[in-house]
């Protein structure tokens, strides 16, 4: 049938026109901001463009190690059926709701001074390694990324179609070179720019285990300008830096592929006739450990003293859940009012974070509001806001097509009985988009729980958010109650996720 | 009446034109073949799909800038006639009024027009509860208590069996001709055609031809309509 309907839009459309000018003002405000302040290129240290240097090379490398352990991972999981495979896979998606802070200080029970592997090499009378420095960096970039990447990359393996490599066993072809080296091809250059970036903007990782000459990372240098030598135009000038850098790579990204590691269908499984059994869980067996064995490090070393924290960490958390669900409101609000609209800006406005990180953000609006106010009066209200805004990208991508499709399906049956604007939001479009709501506040809450960047700029004293209440507690040698403020934050993180998710679903018809 | 003033709709490879008049009241059967254009038809007759060229009159009034809820017209599609979150009477008191409360005598009314389509007792009951012939009546009934003068049927039936859709088809007839309301119908059997519908359009090669009485028209069909009626 020739059904070509030009659209009788009748959604809201001036809500998403004001998040659209809100997003602008929030975005590129700091970054005017910071052009305002900062002194040019010419003035940068050497100690700076040591900082550019690492935090492109540690970035590059994070992703390339991560690439590569990836696709022996994601081989075996396309082709090997096992019970607990689809656990695997869902928790491969984990690590993005999964605190910064909190994973650190898992790795850094594994890799650490005291941590297992050290202890194991000095059982065996080998040389300590240290997690702190660039190698440090790149672990825990790499224990981030690495599920992404299997992720990606799996999505690659199962779209190739199970006939295809029918065909390649019938003719005894090799599978490698006609079959997943072309997909490898097409796969690895979008996940590695998408590693790459995150690895760019990732600021936690570097405050954590970087520092000193060898590994300061741009917005390491950012924070240490603010908070130890208060040299607010270098700071700028090195935001800008950063800015330039991430807007580079985030159109490169843009470019070469749109990426959905969300995507579903990871649960198929190709049959094959090729490769080891043994090998393939190997590989399957160390990843897992890989991932899994930080975090039960945490529940293990956090349960025993986790009655004895002190109240300040509870204050702490309290106030993080308080600003999570503030961020998460925001950023549903904006991004309902985003996908109601429609169009190319919204598109622009959902990308555009991306190229942000949280700690430029808040640098630049650490410029516009120190002339005025105390920084840190206004350290919460900010950091809800930056949370939002850089949770927007990912709350869109879920929220975008789960608009369009309810507008698909029911847009007729609305506009023929009338319902627009408010009533047709009421009526509709709210009930129908319960689940991909709640999912999105989960998403968005989780993200805000953990966040550990925008806060470190502002907060001093007894403004801390629980990322922060724990790094300092780790700054001060304070591991047990690191250890138990660890379990508490991943409980919030993934109980708020949890409860939004769910919570929003019930009685929410098919 | 209805009056389609040298309309023409085009899309990309598609065109279609209509100047017709369809007279106040009883059933008018759309016929041709599928592509043809049947359905694009009701949807600009309902505000979905703006004209290219030419007007839409109902009563004398130009109705075809107005958005669809504004047009006096009710439509049934092929699926998705009701909201699956809302319950039966919340869906027919959207036939009423753009809210979903409830005024006093509102409950009265939909069991009234529930007991006219066999529904009685069904008010709380969810769509997904309903068998496909029940979500058919509850959404004849909506259409029923909107008292909307020109209804539109995108063949709603064509999922139903054929007992169940002859069952459906009379029921229109019982009830909305009986109401006063102007049916446009769409099908691809002429004999839903013939089983209610005292006149029929033809949409045959881009043209929506004048509506002729049904029964003369297929017993001596012109030769295109033959073809594809295959007599």
């Given amino acids: 049938m020739a059904r070509s309907v030009v659209p009788v839009n009748g959604t809201l459309r001036w809500p998403g026109t004001i998040a659209v000018g809100l997003a602008l003002v929030f975005l590129f405000g700091p970054l005017i901001a910071v052009l305002w302040r900062a002194e040019g290129l010419a003035s940068l240290s050497r100690a700076d463009l040591s900082a550019v240097w690492f935090t492109i090379w540690q970035a590059a490398v994070s992703a390339v190690v991560s690439i590569g352990l990836a696709i022996p991972v994601a081989r075996a999981l396309a082709r090997r059926q096992f019970r607990g495979r689809q656990v695997l896979v869902t928790l491969l998606g984990a690590p993005f709701l999964l605190p910064v802070i909190v994973a650190i200080l898992g790795l850094l029970a594994v890799f650490g001074r005291a941590g297992i592997v050290n202890s194991f090499l000095g059982a065996l009378g080998l040389p300590d390694v240290s997690i702190y420095g660039a190698h440090g960096v790149i672990i825990a970039h790499v224990f981030f990324n690495l599920p992404l990447a299997v992720r990606l990359i799996l999505q690659g393996w199962v779209a190739i179609p199970s006939e295809r490599f029918r065909l390649a066993a019938g003719l005894n072809a090799p599978i490698w070179r006609v079959l997943e080296r072309p997909m490898l091809a097409s796969v690895v250059p979008g996940t590695f720019v998408v590693i790459f970036l995150i690895c760019l903007t990732s600021f936690a990782v570097a405050l954590t285990l970087g520092g000193g000459p060898r590994a300061t990372t741009i917005e390491l240098a950012i924070y240490q300008a603010f908070r130890l030598s208060f040299d607010l135009a270098g700071a700028a000038t090195l935001t800008l830096v950063q800015i330039a850098i991430c807007a580079v790579v985030a159109l490169l990204a843009f470019a070469i592929t749109a990426l959905d590691a969300m995507g579903r269908g990871l649960d198929r499984v190709v049959a094959r006739w090729d490769g080891s059994v043994w090998g393939d869980f190997a590989w399957i067996t160390a990843a897992a450990l890989f991932l899994l064995l930080p975090l039960v490090m945490v529940i293990l070393r956090g349960l025993p003293s986790i009655l004895e924290l002190p109240s300040s960490v509870w204050v702490a958390a309290l106030r993080s859940v308080m600003i999570a669900m503030v961020s998460a409101g925001l950023t549903v609000a904006l991004a309902l009012a985003l996908a109601l609209r429609g169009g190319w800006l919204v598109v622009v406005v959902g990308t555009l974070p991306l190229a942000f990180s949280g700690l430029v953000l808040g640098a630049g609006l650490f410029l516009i509001v120190f002339p005025f106010v105390n920084p840190s009066n206004v350290a919460l209200p900010v950091t809800a806001l930056v949370n939002s805004l850089m949770a927007l990208p990912f709350v869109m991508r879920a929220l975008v097509p789960s608009v369009a499709q309810v507008e698909a399906q029911y847009g007729q049956l609305a506009d023929g009985l009338g319902l627009r604007g408010w009533a047709r939001l009421r009526i509709v479009l709210l009930p129908r988009l319960r689940r991909p709501l709640g999912f999105s506040a989960g998403v968005a809450a989780a993200l805000s729980m953990g966040d550990l960047g925008v806060i470190t700029l502002f907060a001093t004293g007894d403004r801390a958010t629980l990322p922060l209440e724990m790094y300092r507690l780790m700054g001060a040698y304070q591991m047990q109650a690191a250890a138990s403020s660890a379990l508490v934050l991943l409980g919030l993180s993934l109980g708020l996720f949890w409860i939004c998710d769910r919570g929003w679903r019930i009685d929410a018809d098919a | ?231």
Avoid at chain 2, 27 to 39: E, L, M, N, Q, Y
């Fill in chain 2, 1 to 231: 009446m209805l009056t389609l003033d040298h309309l023409k709709l085009t899309f990309a490879n598609f065109s279609l034109s209509a100047d017709l008049v369809v007279p106040i009241g009883g059933i008018t059967a759309i016929v041709g073949p599928s592509g043809g254009g049947k359905s694009t038809l009701l949807s600009a007759i309902a505000g979905f799909v703006q004209p290219s060229a030419g007007r839409v009159f109902w009563d004398g009034a130009d109705i075809t800038q107005r958005p669809p809820g504004d047009r006096c017209v009710s439509i049934l599609f092929q699926d998705n006639n009701l909201f699956p979150h809302l319950s039966v009477s919340q869906n027919l008191l959207l036939g009423l009024r753009r809210s979903l409360r409830f005024e006093s005598g509102d409950e009265d009314k939909i069991a009234q027009i529930l007991d006219k389509v066999g529904l009685s007792g069904f008010q709380s009951r969810k769509p997904a509860a309903l068998s496909g012939g029940q979500q058919s009546r509850a959404a004849l009934a909506r259409v029923l208590l909107g008292g909307r003068p020109l209804v539109l049927l995108d063949e709603p039936f064509a999922a139903l069996g054929p007992a169940l859709r002859d069952e459906m088809l009379d029921l229109c007839a019982e009830t909305l001709a009986t109401q006063g309301c102007t049916i446009l119908m769409v099908t691809h059997d002429p004999r839903d055609a013939a089983r209610v519908a005292g006149q029929t359009i033809v949409v045959l090669d881009g043209v929506a031809h004048a509506p002729a009485e049904t029964g003369p028209l297929l017993a001596d069909p012109p030769d295109a309509l033959r073809t594809y009626l295959g007599g």
